[in-house]
């Protein structure tokens, strides 16, 4: 049944987002069971410590801390001015231990069994152990995670404000090919056509996924063709005027996401455009939390991981071959777009 007959259809008649924050605040819940569980807010103080100072009190490794207080301060828990790391006054009030108000307690009582399982990862990473393992887009792709990949971006109305913002581009009153590099679903592909039905749209993914892009094309009205690839393997369909890479490339090391970026660049005829989406940490890597989580998940998960700045994705691009023409946001406070062209 064809559900989104035209670019109004993609956003719902209610707000997503009190279930958004919901599911936010849930995922800092679990952050702050664990840290909670590590003890390193104890061997924090009011008063501004290095970084150094802290992991040879708490006998933790020190990159792995940074990580984890950079988050910590993302979510108002620690705060960090100069390099240097201190208690928040709700830190120092309700979780440090010899605080009269402390609720270490009250947080064990509200985590469940199956999160209490979890309590110790943090802790264990930061002495040193670790569940590292090289990113396997086999595995963590699956269709489940790309349908909650397409329930992610719909709930939140991106596929509607950014297809808006970007067919707004002048590169689209003249592009014919648009290549959705790990584009899963094909939303975002599938808006675009719809605004520019000239242009013809291809999703780039692993071929698994090939099954989930079809059901959202029905739904949609609006099919796109479909590339089965990895594009951490494999060379990119040439011939391209636009290149989408959206909230990709996460959980793997710098060299892995300039050899995509020089795959774009190799796919793109001259002139062409890529547009590069995700949460982009701040130069202080403390905001915007998602993001901040997002780093302590993905270097515990694959040490090698490097979640960036948008000065460091700028620098990637530019070390590609491309020049940066536009820095787009989509007026979340935490998604932004940058536009570059090939040369």
């Not at 849930?26 to 069971?33: D, G, L, P, W």
């Not at 991106?158 to 067919?167: D, N, P, Y």
Request: include cysteine; proline fraction near 3%; glycine fraction near 8%.
């Amino acid at each position: 049944m064809e559900l989104f007959k035209n670019m109004a259809d993609f956003t719902a008649a209610a707000d997503g987002g009190y279930l958004i924050d919901v599911m936010q605040k849930y995922k800092q819940a679990k952050f702050i069971y664990q840290c909670h569980k590590s003890n390193i807010l104890q061997f924090l103080t009011t008063e501004p410590q290095s970084s150094e100072d802290i992991a040879e009190k708490a006998g933790v490794i020190l990159e792995r801390l940074v990580v984890v207080l950079d988050a910590l301060t993302s979510i108002g828990l620690v705060e960090k001015e100069n390099d240097k790391y201190s208690l928040s006054a709700i830190s120092e009030a309700y979780l440090f231990c010899e605080s009269p108000f402390y609720i270490g307690d009250l947080i064990e009582l509200n985590m469940s069994d199956e999160e209490k399982c979890g309590g110790e990862m943090v802790n264990s990473w930061l002495h040193g152990n670790s569940v590292s393992r090289e990113h396997d887009p086999q595995t963590t792709f699956s269709q489940s995670f790309v349908r909650a990949m397409a329930q992610g971006v719909l709930i939140d109305n991106s596929v509607r404000k950014t297809a808006e913002l970007l067919c707004a581009h002048p590169c689209f009153d003249t592009a014919k090919n648009l290549l959705d590099v790990g584009g899963g679903h094909g939303l975002f592909a599938i808006a675009i056509k719809k605004l520019k039905p000239n242009i013809s749209a291809t999703v780039f993914d692993l071929p698994q996924n090939e099954a989930v892009a079809k059901e959202y094309g029905v739904r949609c009205g609006e099919e796109v063709a479909f590339f089965p690839g990895n594009f951490y393997v494999d060379e990119l369909p040439p011939n391209q005027d636009v290149v989408l890479c959206f909230d990709i490339l996460h959980p793997v090391a710098v060299s892995q996401k300039e050899s995509v970026f020089a795959k774009a660049y190799r796919a793109l005829n001259e002139g062409g455009h890529l547009f590069y989406k995700l949460w982009f940490l701040n130069e202080e890597r403390t905001a915007p939390s998602r993001a901040s989580l997002m780093a302590v998940k993905c270097k515990i998960g694959n040490g090698n991981s490097h979640v960036i700045t948008l000065n460091e994705a700028k620098e990637m691009l530019l070390g590609q071959g491309f020049g940066i023409e536009d820095i787009l946001s989509l007026g979340d406070g935490e998604s932004q777009i940058i536009v570059a062209v090939k040369k």
